[in-house]
Every structure is written in structure tokens, then in C-alpha cells.
């Protein structure tokens, strides 16, 4: 028995991390106290965590925002935004540090880059990188184990280009590879997985010569299978459905108002047990289609596993951003509940630092304080030099 492992481990799954192993040491360790929740809980969670500081400070909304400038975080919440940002390149890093409240050496470190080939397309890249620390393991009398650390990363290339004048599609092929821990419990040996996933968003923008100009957006995350760690059961990552609205209000030419809203949901099983054995479908296209279905209580249920994000944006002349948000999860599907905050500032109409902060709505939550941080810079291709010839 590894008492510290099961303790990180449920840690984590309760705070919407990643640990398809949890119930193989559950049953191992006390089979008949197994329970699981009603909350789809697939393994890689890391990879849907809000990695940016502008959409975190807006309830974590962003699929239908407008990039701007340019946005190299789109890459994440919908390339298809890519082909509309205002400048030929950009590049954006940030860092959460992540449930300050119970341990100091986890963190996400993102970074994202593209570059216009054509007026209408770009290529990217990103780098999604999320340490969980280091633990130490123990057996069954307290006897160490040896310290161990865990790692998730995923690497995406991005194509993206418009459609119309309005309408734009991006798609992203990623690596993702997790290795929760290097050690052999109960003679079931945890390997690290890796597996290969897609992304494909669409946006489209109103572009009119109006106050008010309206955006929408699609993006499905992570469509791919399932993953085992070599253990006898199999998780799907979380393939992840997002639709938003954003309405942009250009009130004169210094101040601008966004207010926006994404729907989210897990494409993954509901948990659901038949004689106390766990279902679930044999392929990515079997859970993803089964998820609209296969809530035990019905089309009730489903809607419950939808989550909300509402946010805000007022800006400045293009220089200074204040930002606030609300996120809503139902209590029986993890009862995530929180508002955000932030701001973002621009120097040199190049350079750009933006910070977010959450507020948890109920006390004791491990997500409480968390802050994000993102540096961003926008640049256009040097022109290029006609060359003549002279006779």
C-alpha cells in the first residue's frame, strides 16, 4: 500500500488534475470502500487548464474574443481566431503556479508563437508543460519509498487560415506525454503514456463599420483515445467542446467594451457501472458521441455537465485592459464556483503583461488565490526592399 501516492493522487482528481490510476490503487489497496464520482474524470486534465492571463481573468473564456493585434494563445482556445489578428507574429509565455494553497512546487508554463505565411493563414506552435511536484512514497508501516516527481506536456503545430472575409478554421496536432511516477505498487507497475492528439476550432467575426461587433466560435479539444499507463484500465483524455459569444462594443476611439460567454463540455463517458464493473465505450468516436447520451439520469443530467464562463473586458486606447469573469460548474459534476479579476497593460503597442486572480466563492477551496501571469509581443514581417535594375 502506498498511503501518500492514493493521498496526492485523490488530491489532484479533486482539484481537476489527472489520475486515471487512482482507481486501480483504490481497489487494490481497499476494494470494498471503491467509490466514484459522478463527474467524468478523464486522465490528462492538465490539458484543459486555462493557461493565459487574459481569458483567465474573464471566467476562463475564450474561444469567440477577438485577438487583436495578435494573440498567439489562440492557438489554445481556437486557431481559427489566427488568420484575423492584426500583426504577422506573435508570441506569448505564461505561468500559473497551481494550488498554492496545499503544496509550492506546482506550476503550468505555457508558450505560443505564430506567423502569418499569407494574408489569410499561419502556422504555430505550442508548448503546454505542467509539473506536479515532487512526492514521497511510503509502504504500508511508513517506510520510504524513494521521492518521486510527475510531469505532463503536450506539443501542438497549428495550421489555421480564413474561409471568408468572416470566417476562419484552424486545426492543431499535438504530443502529449504523462508520466505520473516511476514505481511498482502492489505488483502493478505505473508506465508513462503518450499518445497523439487533434484540435479544430472555428470563428467567425462580423467585421462591421458599427459600434457593436459580434464573434462566435467552436472548438473541440484533445479528440483522441484512450490511455492506460499499463494498467488494465483505460481513460480517454478530455476531448472538450467549447461555444462562445463575444459582443465588442467600440464606444470612441479610446475605449472599448467586450463581454463575453463560452459553454463547455467534456466529450467523455459519464461514469457509469453495470454490476458494479465500470462501462465504458471501446472508441474515441464511441465516448465522444455517447457523452450527449449517457448521463444515468437522463437529458437533466447532461445539461448539469455543462459549465459557464461569463466575462468582461474594458480597454483603454489599446494600452490598458480591465478584466473581470465568473465560472460556473454544477455541484454534482465538481462544483468548481469562482470569480476572476485581472488587468493587462501594452508598451510600446508591442509588448504586453497581463495578470489574473481567482476568487474562489466558497471557503477551504485549494484554488483559491490562484494567480496567473502572461508576457505577449506582436510584431509585423520587416517590409520587404523592391530591387530595381538599371541598364
Known amino acids: ?9 485523490r488530491v489532484t482528481l479533486l482539484f481537476g488534475l489527472t489520475v486515471p ?16 464520482s459522478n463527474a467524468p474524470s478523464p486522465a490528462i486534465q492538465s490539458l484543459i487548464i486555462t493557461p493565459d492571463a487574459r481569458s483567465a481573468a474573464m471566467g476562463d473564456a475564450g474561444v469567440a474574443l477577438s485577438p487583436g493585434d495578435g494573440d498567439a494563445n489562440s492557438i489554445f482556445w481556437n486557431p481559427g481566431k489566427i488568420p ?13 503556479p497551481w494550488l498554492r494553497q496545499l503544496v509550492n512546487d506546482m506550476g503550468l508554463l505555457n508558450a505560443s508563437f505564430y506567423k502569418k505565411i499569407q494574408a489569410n493563414q499561419a502556422l504555430g506552435i505550442s508548448i503546454h508543460y505542467f509539473d506536479q511536484g515532487k512526492f514521497q512514497a511510503t509502504d504500508g508501516i ?20 480564413k474561409l471568408s472575409e468572416k470566417l476562419g478554421l484552424g486545426v492543431n496536432v499535438k504530443y502529449i506525454n504523462s508520466q505520473l511516477f516511476p514505481i511498482t505498487a ?16 472555428l470563428f467567425h467575426t462580423s467585421k462591421r463599420d458599427k459600434p457593436w461587433n459580434y464573434n462566435w466560435g467552436v472548438m473541440i479539444q484533445n479528440i483522441s483515445g484512450r490511455v492506460s499507463y499499463g494498467l488494465s484500465e483505460s481513460n480517454f483524455i478530455p476531448t472538450n467542446l467549447k461555444a462562445g459569444f ?12 467586450t463581454l463575453t460567454m463560452d459553454i463547455n463540455k467534456l466529450m467523455v463517458p459519464t461514469p457509469k457501472k453495470v454490476n458494479g464493473v465500470l462501462q465504458q465505450p471501446e472508441t474515441a468516436i464511441g465516448g465522444i458521441l455517447g457523452s450527449f447520451t449517457d448521463a444515468p439520469d437522463g437529458f437533466s443530467e447532461e445539461i448539469k455537465e455543462i459549465n459557464l464562463s461569463l466575462g468582461a473586458e474594458y480597454l483603454y486606447n489599446d494600452l490598458f485592459a480591465l478584466r ?59 517590409p520587404k526592399v523592391a530591387t530595381t535594375t538599371t541598364k
Open 1 to 9: 500500500m502506498i498511503k501518500k501516492i492514493t493521498s496526492a493522487l
Open 186 to 201: 502492489n505488483a502493478i507497475v505505473v508506465q508513462n503514456e503518450s499518445t497523439v492528439a487533434a484540435d479544430i476550432g
Open 84 to 96: 484575423f489578428s492584426g500583426k504577422d507574429m506573435a508570441v506569448s509565455v505564461s505561468y500559473t
Open 324 to 382: 473581470g469573469g465568473y465560472y460556473y460548474e454544477d455541484a454534482y459534476k465538481g462544483n468548481r464556483k469562482y470569480f476572476t479579476a485581472g488587468f493587462g497593460v501594452k508598451l510600446e503597442k508591442k509588448f504586453g503583461l497581463d495578470f489574473a486572480y481567482l476568487i474562489p466563492v466558497t471557503s477551504g477551496n485549494a484554488l483559491a488565490q490562484t494567480l496567473r501571469l502572461s508576457l505577449h509581443a506582436t510584431f509585423n514581417s520587416a
Open 246 to 257: 463575444a459582443a465588442i462594443n467600440t464606444i470612441d476611439q479610446h475605449n472599448k467594451l
Open 142 to 161: 511508513g517506510n520510504s519509498l524513494g521521492d518521486f516527481s510527475s510531469k505532463e506536456y503536450s506539443i501542438s503545430a497549428s495550421y489555421s487560415r
Open 21 to 36: 490510476a487512482v482507481n486501480v490503487f483504490a481497489q487494490t489497496t481497499n476494494p470494498t470502500q471503491t467509490t466514484f
